[in-house]
């Protein structure tokens, strides 16, 4: 930013000399990039960081040289005579989205002459790279880098119905800019509109239908702090940067509105304007007043050095802070409006350490006391879980929670949206995972790569008894190729079965012992291929292949394998793995084919089984299923393993037959089956 040494040395009285000044001003943090002179001026151009958007005008930089050097900072004229119009009787201002714009001030100026400005004005802007325009434009643009707040100026006769809306501009609204660009606007974009028209893209630039002209005489002055992000994300929009949107979208004192209203007042009163009494302020919900509490003992934790507490005191209080003692090196801190850079004490404690000077600060690194690291029981379970899935073959991708409202149009349920999102593509809390991982799935294989399997570990957002709640939650996709082609082996698609047993494998190692799945209707998922998994009788979750006209949607055209589990429930539950001494004695395998339903669920089956208790059974599979041939159409036949063994003897063939019988009594009693060879 360019500074006018002249122009400082009105605001603070130092004399410095200037190769002085610009060194103290760098060790400040403001270094100094290039000294140009002029032929009555010397013109500093000095970096100011993206956080200090309180120095982008002379006067902060005049505050910080006033505290450098221990000298007053003068006070800047904002007074005038009124005429006893009083300006609500002219002008009617509404702010329609606060959100956007929180405050919003002005003045009125009558029969005021625009001409050529006055030769030390011109050149005062042009030094510091401003074209002057006319002597209106050039008061406002005078102000902006005197105060660093920007000033808009409107032709009062243009302002039609005598209205000014604060508001969002409507889809294909239409304005022509002052640099002659007509501008198709949208519903995202703030605007500064009159009854009919918009007269300006707030914060930006202002409009050819509502600017200073050599025939203007009354002009309607704005001073306003609009939301940051918004004015951010409409100069990115509108591919325009201004000296206002700078300024604006780093964040400007929403104390200062009437104040700068009043500075430009004061500058068109002294050429001749009249000012209507009055300024409009609207302001309706005040923006808090900020805090922080400062401690000594954190002071010298971070410097490594013991400062004075006065020293303390009479820095922060020169910097604009109102310090107030509240105990033996405690300190509560007001921060000023200007001042959006410092919100923790650590910030306080760098406006200290930068008065006292880094040069003096030692530069060992602290001592620190050796702790053992805590890592929580959660965090320790979900790097299991991490650690599971990429051994059975899983990559972990990391999305965005924000997410494209049509990606997630197929899922029930009311969508969440943001007030202010930095996109459209970007306007939604996402209410399950499965659209982020599509996503991922369709950029992989838009690469080439046909075997895809990721999972995700990340929140989603659900309205819930009208509470927005936010769930951790894991989704596992895959799709293509379970291996690459290979002369070695047949090609395999990945499925619903290869899936249903990473999830097993899963649950099973975090000590889950009670597994279900159960069949599911649901409109995702595609017919008779879906299941809900349970544990201990609660549902966590679902799993399925995905309808392909949901894999479509993001141009994958292989089938896509998706589950997705309530997270939050499985790692809150406490599992205890038990652990049985390994048998010493030979184990007896008893096998049983049979014909059953075809509609029946091997979960069924599972549970009848489990449900019988026999401690002999010490494990059980299914290794075959058969249909077609001679089996009716409606039936299948399945072929399962029993492995019996005791602990403590070996068992003898009659006692297992024994057993056996029962337990297939058992599955003929509840389940119906039909014997397919003579068992014992």
């Not at 805090?291 to 910097?319: A, C, H, M, N, Y």
């Not at 549970?607 to 059974?617: A, H, N, Q, V, W």
């Amino acid at each position: 930013m360019k500074i006018s040494l002249n122009w400082i040395k009105e605001l603070v009285n130092f004399t410095t000399p200037l190769e002085k000044l610009v060194e103290d001003l760098y060790m400040k943090g403001f270094p100094g990039e290039e000294v140009i002179k002029k032929e009555d001026d010397i013109i500093l151009n000095i970096e100011v960081t993206p956080n200090r958007p309180d120095c982008l005008g002379h006067m902060g930089i005049a505050r910080e040289i006033s505290a450098i050097y221990n000298v007053p900072l003068k006070k800047v004229r904002a007074t005038y005579r009124e005429i006893e119009e009083a300006i609500e009787n002219v002008i009617d201002v509404k702010i329609i989205d606060y959100d956007l714009c929180p405050r919003y001030s002005g003045i009125l100026v009558r029969d005021f002459n625009v001409t050529e400005s006055p030769v030390w004005l011109k050149k005062r802007l042009e030094y510091l790279g401003v074209r002057s325009i006319n002597l209106a434009v050039d008061l406002t643009n005078y102000v902006l880098l005197l105060t660093g707040h920007p000033i808009h100026a409107f032709d009062l006769e243009k302002i039609e119905e005598n209205k000014i809306l604060v508001r969002k501009a409507k889809n294909g609204e239409k304005i022509i800019t002052l640099d002659g660009v007509e501008r198709i606007l949208d519903n995202e974009i703030l605007v500064i509109a009159d009854g009919k028209k918009p007269l300006a893209i707030a914060g930006i630039i202002g409009g050819e239908n509502s600017g200073i002209s050599e025939n203007t005489k009354n002009i309607f002055i704005e001073s306003a702090y609009f939301n940051p992000v918004s004015i951010r994300r409409t100069s990115k929009k509108i591919n325009l940067a201004t000296e206002a949107s700078y300024r604006f979208e780093r964040g400007t004192d929403w104390e200062f509105p009437p104040v700068a209203a009043r500075i430009c007042g004061n500058l068109f009163w002294k050429f001749g304007g009249k000012i209507s009494k009055g300024v409009i302020d609207i302001y309706p919900e005040r923006i808090p007043e900020r805090k922080v509490i400062l401690r000594k003992e954190k002071l010298q934790e971070l410097t490594g050095v013991s400062i004075q507490d006065k020293f303390v005191k009479k820095t922060l209080t020169k910097l604009g802070f109102n310090v107030v003692k509240t105990g033996k090196g405690k300190w509560d801190v007001t921060i000023p409006s200007r001042r959006n850079d410092v919100t923790h004490e650590a910030d306080l404690i760098e406006e200290v350490a930068r008065y006292f000077g880094y040069e003096k600060i030692p530069s060992e690194l602290p001592a620190t006391i050796e702790s053992e690291i805590y890592i929580g029981k959660r965090r320790n379970k979900i790097k299991k879980i991490r650690e599971i899935l990429f051994k059975e073959g899983y990559d972990e991708v990391i999305n965005f929670s924000f997410i494209n409202p049509c990606n997630e149009d197929f899922l029930k349920g009311e969508p969440i949206f943001l007030k202010n999102p930095i996109s459209s593509k970007f306007s939604q809390m996402r209410r399950s995972l499965i659209a982020s991982l599509l996503e991922s799935i369709s950029l992989n294989m838009s690469r080439g790569i046909d075997e895809v399997r990721i999972f995700e570990v990340g929140n989603i957002y659900r309205r819930e008894n009208g509470k927005i709640i936010e769930k951790l939650s894991l989704g596992v996709a895959g799709s293509g190729f379970i291996h690459g082609k290979s002369w070695l082996e047949k090609e395999m698609l990945f499925d619903v079965f290869h899936l249903k047993g990473s999830i097993s494998h899963l649950l099973e190692n975090l000590g889950i012992k009670s597994i279900k799945f159960k069949e599911l209707s649901e409109n995702i998922y595609e017919q008779d291929s879906c299941l809900e998994i349970f544990i201990y009788n609660e549902k966590v979750g679902s799993l399925g292949i995905l309808n392909d006209s949901i894999a479509k949607k993001f141009q994958i055209e292989k089938k896509v394998v998706y589950s997705e589990l309530d997270l939050d429930r499985i790692l809150d539950e406490e599992h205890k793995f038990e652990f049985e001494p390994i048998s010493r004695f030979p184990s007896i395998t008893r096998d049983i084919s049979f014909i059953v339903d075809r509609k029946t669920p091997y979960s069924k089956i599972e549970e009848t089984i489990l449900s019988l208790k026999i401690k002999e059974l010490e494990k059980f599979y299914l290794w075959d299923i058969f249909s077609g041939g001679n089996v009716p159409p409606e039936k299948v036949s399945m072929t399962m393993s029993f492995v019996y063994r005791s602990i403590d003897r070996t068992l003898k063939d009659e006692e297992v037959n024994l057993l056996h019988m029962e337990l297939i009594k058992k599955l003929k009693e509840k389940i119906d089956i039909k014997l397919r060879q003579k068992s014992p």
